[in-house]
């Protein structure tokens, strides 16, 4: 879903982080703040093998289309676009880019910031951890 000042994606594609920064990039704008997840090698003194996302795909959008709606309003940010990953990852692939532009970096930071936060807390993806003796779901209820 793309707009003139919101892009949201959710996709099985490798993330691309010039796309995102690309998207926010403005003359207008003096910041832009970005946020990269990435797949850890361990977690609670576990070695994770690989990670599996897994969502709810038209009601994660609606959610991430409400959390960019949301920045908009609460920060007075130019542009903002969440892109988020389907399917298996290996250490050190990207599941999640946060990218922000605003005229002051502050916004862009504080906005950054609470996009991921919330969309870790509202948005009905989930993740799978494989280790090298099991796996478990993280984050099963969002």
């Known amino acids: 879903m793309k707009t003139e000042n919101t892009y949201v ?3 099985h594609e490798k993330l691309n982080l010039q796309d995102c ?3 926010v990039q403005d003359p207008s704008c003096g910041g832009i703040a970005i946020f990269v997840g990435t797949v850890r090698n361990a977690t609670k003194d576990k070695e994770v093998v690989r990670l599996d996302f897994s969502t709810y795909k038209s009601m994660a959008i609606k959610e991430l289309k409400k959390i960019c709606n949301d920045a908009h309003a609460n920060f007075g940010i130019h542009k903002i676009t969440i892109h988020h990953a389907e399917g298996v990852l290996n250490i050190g692939e990207i599941p999640v880019i946060i990218a922000v532009s605003s005229p ?5 930071f504080e906005a950054c910031q ?7 807390e509202t948005v009905p993806i989930w993740k ?8 478990v779901w993280v984050n099963a209820h969002p």
């Open 9 to 11: 994606n959710i996709t």
């Open 128 to 135: 799978k951890e494989y280790f090298t003796d099991g796996e």
């Open 114 to 120: 609470y996009t991921i936060d919330t969309l870790k």
């Open 21 to 23: 920064y690309d998207f």
């Open 104 to 108: 002051h970096r502050k916004a862009a």
